[in-house]
């Protein structure tokens, strides 16, 4: 009986943000007045965050701080990601602070495109289906050891890995876009 109510209870606190996420995003696509969109915007972060909470608790892992300066002015970076929705994100994220960028939605295009356009920072996707970030990694610290890399990814397992291979900030999805900010600020500052 007492596996059944720890069971229940990880549903429910799976579930109890989702309700609140996809309640104001539904009432949010029918409309609303400024106010409405700024707190419906406000409670879906923070349903999000506790969401991401309830995972990392389940899942047993955990996830620092990648504090940051402020930075002003453009940068080209490269986003490296096979999902077309998540480069979206990063995209917007960029746009509001005038970054140049370009994307890829593998590995190969992406080391063409450093070549072509030399990129000041990188945000690589590490599980992808046809060249995995890792390869990616490792060809680009060859070339361009200097480059800095921020690895984008759903496992948190590889951290260890992927800052060995090189990488200067490693971030696990869902990811803070503030503090994907913050990170790319401080990498650009130094």
Known sequence: MSDERALAGRIHDLKTPLVVIVGYAELLAGGGDEEFRAAAAE???????QLDRALDSLLGVEHPAEPGPARNGSARILLVDDD???RRLLRRTLSAHE????????GEIALDLIEAQCPELVLLDWQM????GSTVLT???ERH??????VLTTDGTQRA???RLGAKAFLTKPFSPLGLLETIESLLAA
């Open 161 to 163: 890995e992927a800052m």
């Open 43 to 49: 409670e879906i972060l923070a349903a999000a965050r």
């Open 139 to 141: 060809r680009l610290q």
């Open 145 to 150: 050891p200097g480059l800095p890399v921020v």
């Open 84 to 86: 077309v929705f998540v």
């Open 129 to 132: 289906p046809a060249t995995p």
């Open 99 to 106: 970054f140049e960028i370009a994307e890829a939605s593998d």
